[in-house]
């Protein structure tokens, strides 16, 4: 007992000593503070640190940015707002960046977001969705890559106009991100399509879809058509109980995300054929700026990307060149940078708007296939957010002032 | 909504109620028999189907299926015997719940060990081999293995039933739900029956989980949802009653399956949906029960257990030595920011452990020497985050106003469920305490316009002269010491004596003319308003607050930070509180797998201190100076 006491007091001296002790401070590289919900939200953002380690790589093995090599110090947020907080603060504080980058979940995010103007860091919101983040509550110091929730319900929208059905039922998470999705989706639908009709909606809660009775009640609505926002599990349950159920059956169906290999993989042979969607068909792109990150991808991790991969790994190529571009990491002169920077990622040339500083990388709109008992995508092409994103005046309107 | 539509969202309901009900049945029993609050109950749960994916994908067919269901089913139930032998068997002596801290531990640690095994990726399993399509019912497709499902849910049901009736090992059980001192004292082997209905209740979540994977993914996310379900099940059933939660899986699946049907309903002009609703149905229903029926559908009232635990010491106020080390300790953090001159982030991370210590002892005030197990205290701390947060945001209030609120609503809250929360006791307080705190957690996810939803309330920044970290260093360190001496100075005071009288014993204290539920009430204000204030001061140092502040999550945090320092002693939440934050921060930057460090960590921690943090160190000073 009396050595398990020791081991006891041990640990806990041992725990406490860690958390003094600092990390060796590199002169001679530009840090970047990296942080994330790596342990709620693993099926993303596993691929996305793949993908950002492989970037930070290429950029390092060519010399670095500005004769600097780059350095991640990368943090798990606590898949909460306060946590993720106090750990930007650590970041700041104690391991001295005054770049930020990451988050996934947009309460997180914004939190990061509320954080960078409040403390004037320089923050390159990563994954989350949340138009809050670049417009009701966006800041001088915020700029956002992945394709917004706006954008990507604008981006489904000619197909969803072209299907010409009038009766739609709406299924979508209850937290904002589907909230946001479908108030969107009802907005620009209603413009082009006065006499449309919502005959019913489901917002099960957020990873807890009881599928079959949303299933059952979507069918017993009888629509025409169906605009979903579900993801992961919840897409998952979705698909295969609407599937023995026949809800799907001769309708058409408006998917967000469904195509990205995170979700639709998982569904394996069971891929709901037909549904329009946004995601990334990876097998199937063959433009040169993709074909050379997969080739590097494939080699480097014996396995293929997912969205999340091409996440990560656009952040940290955008990061190299905005602070290429201002010549230095100084808060301001990266902010200016950033305003009006081009990228080329493996989607291709994109850029960060000056007027809300939202990324114009795009998404691919297709639809769903099946080839080799596996899901993919037919029919897609690559939709740039700079044309379906609301003008720099109107935008204006939706931001707070500087 | 037609009477067909409804009809068959009632018979889909059935089959979701058997899976609610397969998770809940185990709990039910383990708690029954040990009075242990099994945390890892969805874990095994998850497991269940992470293995049962394993052997249907790897073996295939017909066999891997539903042999694996049956494989599973073992296999879990072995890893339960194990739990049980080789963890809480060292721990049954320890102060009542602090079994719930190891298991606590167990889901960190299963979490990892389920990601580092299976990986990250969602994996759905095949569908059942035999039931894969769907009959005609009413007009509309019924698949054919939730009708397999409705019927697997009594049948279970029913083979517990009997076991429980008519074999010896069940006749045991149920008299060692009744009296297990008694059960022991009658000769009968104690452990062997612990062991084996731990690995009982654990076959069934097992099984549970087995049977799910036709129907959903295999996610690391399982684990929380189906403790919640079951928690939930189990207390509106009533604790220990295999027929009450099968009874009450049903009503909280009915309920779902009506909501669901009803959609979006027009009452006039107003259109209100009737989905959003299954957010919070089943923490409804359990606060409806709760309050009608305190001891749950079917259950029985607790019987009181003589505790197997060392009897608690009376407090005592602190010896000059403590009260010194105290001081210095005061003194030291008075200087911190002087001594952390080179190391801001030291000041950051105090301000979380303050809160943290705030949070901790205002729970420790109701659960140590009130008794009362709030299982919702982030209710609290989340009226308080809010209450700050909204006068800031929609009345412009200034910093003191909104630390004024925060308490205040808090209070109020605490005020409200306390009265009801009070006419309970044991289990049924904490899981009252816990649906009032998810009733308050949806509805502030719920209410876009007021509370920002799911996204929260943004630019909640403290105003001059605290706009300085230093500064509001100092606000916070004046609060929490503040507000631990007042708690302090409560329980030293006639109002804590009789509030400890009330816990010890109701009856006596009742006799000599104590109010028991008055004075338990005012207690759960008092530990409210001051929760209140940690959330207060929550808000400002984030900037930012969100519904988490109100989540489970933190309630289970605030347990956790109790126990781990000693609920029977005044300063082992303090400890706890400082502990857990201290450790959590740390840990998360270390490794990828921080949860089961940190669960490992506390494994540790629970096995040495089985009385916790300060108890334990109290226990070494005593025996230290008994043998010199």
Known sequence: MTTARYLGSLAITGALAVSFAHGALAQDTIKIGELNSYKTQTAFLDPYKKGWEMAIEEINAKGGVLGKKLEIVSRDDGSNPGDAVRVADELVTREGVNILTGTFLSNTGLAVTEFAGKKKVFFLAAEPLTDKITWQNGNKYTFRLRTQTYSQVAMLLPDALAAKKKRWALVYPNYEYGQTAVAAFKELMKAKQPDIEFVTEQAPPLGKVDAGAVAQAIDDAKPDAIFNVLFGADFTKLVREGGTRGTFKDRTVVSVLSGEPEYLDPVKEEAPVGWIVTGYPWDKIKTPEHTAFLTAYQKKYNDYPRLGSIVGYTTMKSLAAGIAKAGSTDTDKLITAFEGLKVDGPFGPFMYRASDHQSTLGAYVGKIALENGKGTMSDFKYVDAATVLPGDAEVKKLRPAD | ?628
Request: hydrophobic fraction near 55%; aromatic fraction near 10%.
């Open chain 2, 1 to 628: 909504m037609t009477f067909s539509s409804f009809l068959f969202q009632a018979i889909n309901g059935l089959s979701s109620a058997s899976g609610l009900f397969l998770v809940a049945a185990g709990l039910s029993l383990i708690f029954g028999v040990t009075r242990i609050v099994n945390i890892a109950h969805g874990s095994l749960y998850m497991l269940g189907t992470y293995i049962a994916y394993t052997l249907a994908t790897k073996v295939g067919g017909g066999l891997g299926f539903w042999g694996g269901i049956v494989v599973t089913a073992l296999l879990v139930g072995l890893l339960g015997a194990a739990i049980e032998v080789l963890l809480l068997r060292r721990i049954y002596r320890a102060p009542e719940l602090f079994q719930l801290l190891a298991t606590f531990a167990l889901v960190l640690v299963f979490n990892d060990a389920a990601l580092w095994i299976w990986g990250a990726e969602d994996l759905l399993g095949p569908r059942a081999p035999g039931l894969q399509g769907s009959i005609q019912l009413l007009g509309r497709r019924l698949p054919e293995y939730d009708i397999f499902l409705i019927f697997i849910g009594p049948f279970v049901l029913w083979l517990l039933h009997l076991g429980l009736a008519k074999t010896r090992f069940g006749r045991l059980m149920r008299a060692a739900t009744q009296d297990r001192e008694m059960v022991g004292a009658l000769g009968v082997n104690q452990a062997m029956l612990f062991t084996g209905v731990f690995a009982l209740g654990a076959m069934l979540a097992g099984f549970g989980g087995a049977l799910q994977i036709a129907r959903e993914p295999a996610t690391l996310a399982t684990d929380l949802i189906a403790i919640g379900d079951a928690f939930v099940v189990v207390v509106v059933g009533g604790m220990g009653s295999i027929s009450g939660a099968y009874l009450a899986a049903v009503i909280i699946a009915e309920v779902k399956a009506l909501c669901i049907g009803l959609g979006v309903v027009h009452f006039g002009g107003f259109a209100v949906n009737f989905s959003k609703l299954t957010l919070v149905a089943e923490f409804l229903v359990m606060a409806i029960v709760l309050i009608a029926r305190p001891y749950g559908l079917l259950g029985r009232e607790q019987v009181v257990v003589r505790s197997v635990a060392e009897p608690e010491e009376p407090i005592r106020p602190a010896s000059s030595a403590v009260k010194i080390a105290g001081l210095v300790l005061l003194v030291v953090m008075v200087c911190l920011p002087l001594i952390a001159k080179n190391s801001p982030y030291t000041l950051v991370l105090s301000i979380d452990v303050l809160i943290a210590v705030l949070f901790a002892t205002s729970l420790h005030f109701i659960m140590g020497p009130g008794g009362m197990h709030s299982f919702g205290h982030a209710a609290y701390f989340g009226l308080g985050t809010y209450g700050a947060a909204l006068l800031v945001k929609w009345l412009a209030a200034p910093m003191g106003i909104a630390l004024l609120g925060a308490p205040l609503l808090a209070a109020a809250g605490a005020l409200l469920f306390g009265w009801f929360a009070v006419r309970l006791s044991g289990v049924y307080l904490a899981m009252l305490t816990l649906a009032f705190a998810q009733i308050v957690w949806a509805s502030v996810f719920q209410w876009e316009e007021l509370t920002g939803g799911s996204n929260g309330i943004l630019g909640v920044w403290p105003s001059a002269p605290f706009d300085s970290r230093n500064a509001f260093y100092f606000l916070t360190l004046a609060l929490a010491v503040i507000g631990v001496l007042l708690l302090r100075r409560f329980l030293f005071a006639p109002f804590g004596y009789t509030m400890r009288a009330g816990r010890d014993s109701p009856l006596r204290a009742e006799a000599i003319g104590i109010n028991v539920k008055r004075i338990h009430w005012l207690g759960f204000a008092i530990a409210g308003a001051v929760c209140g204030v940690a959330g207060g001061l929550f808000a400002f140092a984030k900037g930012s607050i969100s519904p988490d502040t109100i989540g489970i999550g933190r309630s289970i945090d605030g347990l956790v930070m109790v126990l781990l320092g000693g609920i029977q002693t005044l300063s082992g939440p303090i400890v706890g509180a400082s502990v857990f934050a201290v450790l959590q921060d740390t840990i998360m930057r270390t490794t990828d797998y921080w949860r089961a460090l940190l669960g490992g960590i506390i494994l540790l921690l629970v096995l040495v201190f089985p009385s916790g943090i300060v108890g334990g160190f109290i226990k070494l000073v005593s025996r230290r100076k008994a043998t010199s």
